[in-house]
């Protein structure tokens, strides 16, 4: 049986800012149905350490970067996945969110934090005694693993297959080169065939330099990151490697996002009961204090708020649906000049705009429920998720058409509408106008019911489960293994 070990920073339900977190929680249990035996490495946060099942001590931790030392904390998921955590409470023993302290900056000692998380890692790979867990490939993801595959590579053989998956390389980690010691990197990496990025270290070019296999988490963006515009600086690094780069959409987890057995609903519905999301379109208005109206088309956004997610071209496009009778709710947190802005549209149209500004796991299923339109304008947007949960909630998807955005939600043009394949709309310039435009489609065809519903049920019966992704990673683990383990020619 192969045995992976999924190296990451978030995973839900223990702890979560972002998709990272629902891929971490779903993808391991979808190869664990191919047989493959998955366990999943993640910080030892308060609350992954109070959250895990079954927990006990693994074994003693020493050395780690910066010095310290600690213990591997085995334990599991409700859904029965191993999960180990690294328990060294100088460096995770803090409230909040994983990587900002509590005025927002990044903990300083963020390079220590993760360096450990990637030492950690690869020291899984050394183990000589028959009685620990060994694996044969190590999966690292984003920048915070970033490190793993260069630890890896620095080990004597055999050593175990890397695989590194960017979710987003708008985030690097990038850090001073005086810190080469403390995170145990030899002298000889620190260069640009190596782990030097712009003067510095970079742990997410580190895990792209020398992973054996990288991946991303869509087609499109895959091919996106190969050019300036997308690739933040590392564009010719993958583009020199584009043959073992992959892009591979992510699922959903139809467990926990599905309207018929959502328990945070008014009332469950399906695309033959698409009555019932009306009950729950109300519930939201009244909710967020807004006119109680069930035809003034709803739009929603649940984000982080940040530039990237293009909020500000929400905000500026805001006049023209409001003036067409469109309401919106916003459920985010981020920059706090984008929330501060949100809120005072709220506070001057409250009975058209509400905005919760916090992280509310329920509020967000509830949203995906009431909603008509789901909002995602992002200028980038590796995949997303947001709209696949949109897609099975009946909540039209409107994005901009990038990344796993364009992979997944079919634009309502003329064509598509008369074939029956449409699931949302989509605008291509990241500006007002082209959003405004969009907008305009959306609540032209909202007022057509019947075309509409036929958008809606052809969005809900979209299967974007786990399955095939999960087969495409084994097929790659799997090739990756057997390629390693043939004889030398
Ligand atoms: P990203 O990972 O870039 O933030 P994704 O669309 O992949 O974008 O994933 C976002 C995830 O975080 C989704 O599960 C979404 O529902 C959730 N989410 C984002 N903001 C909030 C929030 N304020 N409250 C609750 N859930 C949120
Ligand atoms: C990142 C991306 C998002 C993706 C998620 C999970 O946070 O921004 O597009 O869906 O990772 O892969």
Redesign the pocket.
């Known amino acids: 049986m192969m045995r992976v070990l999924f190296v990451t920073s978030e995973c839900f339900p223990l702890v979560k800012t972002?998709?990272?977190a629902?891929?971490s929680a779903a993808l391991p249990p979808a190869l664990a149905q191919l047989g493959i035996d998955v366990r999943v490495l993640l910080p030892g946060y308060p609350a992954v350490l109070d959250g895990l099942e079954g927990r006990r001590t693994a074994r003693p931790l020493s050395d780690l970067p910066g010095g310290g030392s600690g213990r591997l904390i085995a334990g599991h998921l409700a859904n029965g996945v191993p999960v180990y955590a690294i328990d060294q409470p100088e460096l995770f023993d803090r409230p909040g969110n994983p990587y900002l302290a509590p005025g927002g900056a990044d903990w300083t000692d963020n390079p220590l934090r993760f360096g450990t998380l990637g030492w950690v890692a690869a020291g899984f790979a050394q183990t000589t005694s028959s009685h620990q867990w060994r694996p044969d490939l190590l999966h690292g993801h984003?920048w915070q693993a970033g490190l793993m595959p260069a630890y890896v590579a620095f080990q004597g053989s055999p050593r175990p297959a890397t695989v590194m998956?960017i979710?987003?390389i708008?985030y690097q980690g990038q850090f001073p080169p005086d810190l080469l010691p403390a995170l145990h990197l030899p002298a000889h990496s620190f260069q640009v065939d190596g782990i030097e990025y712009y003067g510095g270290i970079g742990f997410l070019k580190a895990g792209l330099y020398y992973a054996d296999r990288l991946t991303t988490?869509?087609p499109t963006?895959a091919r996106e990151v190969q050019s300036a515009d997308y690739g933040c600086g590392l564009e010719g690094l993958l583009a020199s490697r584009t043959d073992q780069f992959d892009g591979i959409l992510?699922g959903v987890d139809y467990g926990i996002w599905n309207p018929a057995t959502d328990p945070h609903l008014i009332r469950p519905y399906d695309p033959d009961r698409l009555d019932a999301k009306i009950a729950n379109k109300v519930a939201l208005q009244a909710g967020f204090g807004l006119a109680p109206d069930p035809d003034a088309p709803l739009f929603a956004l649940v984000s982080r708020l940040t530039w990237?997610k293009g909020a500000d071209l929400l905000l500026a496009a805001l006049p023209a649906l409001l003036a067409r009778g469109g309401q919106l709710v916003v459920l985010g947190t981020g920059d706090k000049s984008l929330e501060a802005a949100l809120l005072r549209v709220a506070g001057s149209h409250p009975r058209a705009v509400g905005v919760h500004i916090g992280y509310d796991e329920a509020l967000a299923h509830r949203i995906q429920a009431g909603a008509d339109v789901l909002m995602v304008p992002?200028r980038?947007?590796?995949?997303?998720?947001t709209q696949l949960y949109a897609l099975r909630y009946g909540t039209v998807p409107l994005v901009r058409r990038t990344?796993?955005l364009e992979d997944t939600v079919i634009d309502a043009t003329p064509a598509a509408l008369a074939d029956g394949c449409a699931t949302g709309f989509a605008f291509d310039d990241p500006t007002p106008g082209a959003l405004v435009w969009a907008i305009r489609r959306a609540i032209d065809l909202f007022h057509q019911r019947d075309r509409w519903q036929t958008i809606q049920r052809r969005a809900m019966t979209r299967d974007f489960g786990w399955d095939a992704s999960a087969r495409a990673y084994a097929g790659l683990y799997q090739r990756l293994i057997s390629g390693r383990q043939a004889p030398s020619p």
């Open positions: 972002g998709g990272l629902d891929v984003d998956t979710h987003n708008a988490v869509s963006y992510n990237h992002s980038a947007e590796p995949c997303g998720l990344g796993g």
